[in-house]
């Protein structure tokens, strides 16, 4: 997958060489080209913004600087185009899955007090927002947007790892646990070195709905719950009272 991110703050993604989205880029399973908005302003003093027609506070960036740079990207016909912005549909599982099919990403980074909605009309496919509230640019919206797609992205993880955690099926993922078996008094979970797969199994699922009843209750309306699911819940619901 391709990801092109227009950005008047390049710099600030040296987060995403690293770790597994910096190995995938290795591997050359993604690639993230960064462009920078300001190369394209013509003004001698690389100027990118102006005041706001109708007055206001701030300043807002240019259309034809921002058109230039989206411009500049080859192959972009067959791209969907990104603004992370507070105004945008939440950025859901769902949605990340959805995404993580495109072959190419093309994310506009906001600044200042937005884009000129002229340029934003005529190149943006869709507005993603990261959550409620303002950040001060879109740049750590374009890198968790980047992060999220990648990981379902084949290549990028090992065999299954996006498949049981958080979310994969509606409900938040059961507790881990690893060595060593008694940390500080409190032992790992007995059920867990059993060796019996299928217990397992039902004791994850068991905490799985436990988790999600406790901290995201509001998951569960989507969720398809077996008979036995619907017991376990009845049952959470029953000791906690």
């Known amino acids: 997958m391709k990801f092109d991110v227009l950005s008047l703050f390049p710099e600030m993604f040296e987060p995403i060489k690293t770790s597994i989205i910096g190995r995938a880029q290795e591997k050359k399973v993604i690639e993230i080209n960064l462009i920078n908005i300001r190369d394209f302003s013509k003004d ?26 989206y411009n500049s990207i080859q192959d972009k ?81 090992g065999s299954g790892s996006s498949e049981e955690e958080s979310f994969a099926d509606g409900l938040l993922e059961y507790p881990q646990y690893t060595r060593p078996d008694d940390f500080k008094g409190k032992l790992v979970p007995e059920i867990l070195i059993t060796g019996n797969h299928a217990k397992i199994n039902k004791w ?27 017991e376990t819940l009845e049952n959470l619901k029953n000791e906690c009272q």
């Open 77 to 157: 016909d067959d791209a969907k185009v990104i603004f992370l912005s507070p105004k945008g549909s939440r950025l859901t599982h769902k949605k990340v899955l959805e995404l993580s099919k495109e072959k190419h990403l093309i994310l506009l980074c906001g600044h200042y007090e937005g884009i000129d909605q002229r340029v934003l009309d005529e190149i943006v496919d869709e507005e993603i927002s990261i959550g409620d509230y303002v950040l001060t640019g879109g740049e750590l919206p374009a890198m968790v947007l980047i992060d999220s797609v990648s990981r379902f992205v084949g290549g990028v993880l």
């Open 204 to 230: 994850r699922r068991k905490e799985s709905l436990k988790m999600t009843y406790l901290k995201r209750p509001d998951l569960l309306k989507n969720v398809e719950l077996s008979k036995e699911d619907r």
């Open 44 to 69: 001698k003093h690389k100027k990118v913004d102006d005041t706001p027609y109708g007055g206001g506070a701030g300043m807002v960036l240019r259309p034809d600087v921002v058109y230039e740079a």
